[in-house]
């Protein structure tokens, strides 16, 4: 059974926002692997932090000079700084119960299976603010965690593409596919109107 690096929604109203990138993790020191960045295959760089889960896996099973599908929560503040926070790194054959005699098999072939393409990120949130002039969108992401710590507060996403004021406040599921450091709009679905007011 291969395992989807992006798990199917459990709730109709279930934030996330979470994708898969193919690149190269390099770390900004060498004693300290949780800071970096990662580079894809056109060299853009993005800022990269490596979460807790993660960091064992990339100490144990990582090369540092090959490339991986890592699993991505992004960040940004505005449409030309994305950061990303590894959560995850998607190997069907090392890491998954995926038989090993399959590995002749292309990953990004895996990934069509899948429905997915490299550079996809899952969005779903409130949509709070939209931009017509410059053709950007702000999605608010609340955090699923029961615990009420500072690291699990909600957040914004803004990403590039063109919606309707009329939507504003809709829980939205977006489709967006990551360009250099900025997150893109692909297609949406409207999950439940105006949530705000409820």
């Not at 503040?77 to 990303?84: A, G, P, R, S």
């Not at 914004?156 to 593409?161: F, R, S």
Request: glycine share 4%; with cysteine; charged share 30%.
């Amino acid at each position: 059974m291969l395992k989807n690096p992006i798990p199917q929604v459990t709730n109709q109203l279930q934030y996330r926002a979470i994708g898969i990138i193919n690149g190269k993790f390099t770390p900004h020191d060498v004693d300290q692997l949780n800071r970096g960045f990662l580079t894809d295959d056109k060299g853009e760089k993005i800022e990269t932090v490596v979460l807790g889960k993660a960091l064992s896996l990339l100490k144990k099973y990582i090369d540092l000079n090959k490339n991986y599908y890592w699993i991505v929560y992004p960040k940004n503040k505005n449409t030309q700084n994305l950061h990303l926070q590894v959560a995850g790194i998607w190997d069907p054959y090392q890491l998954n119960d995926f038989p090993n005699d399959s590995s002749k098999t292309n990953f990004s072939e895996l990934l069509d299976e899948l429905d997915l393409k490299d550079n996809y990120f899952s969005i779903r949130g409130e949509l709070v603010f939209v931009n017509t002039k410059n053709k950007e969108v702000v999605i608010k992401i609340c955090s699923s965690s029961k615990l009420k710590n500072k690291k699990n507060k909600n957040f914004k996403l803004v990403i590039k593409g063109e919606l309707s004021l009329e939507l504003l406040n809709d829980f939205v599921s977006l489709d967006v596919r990551r360009d250099g450091n900025s997150l893109q709009l692909l297609k949406y679905e409207v999950i439940e109107k105006k949530i705000s007011k409820k």
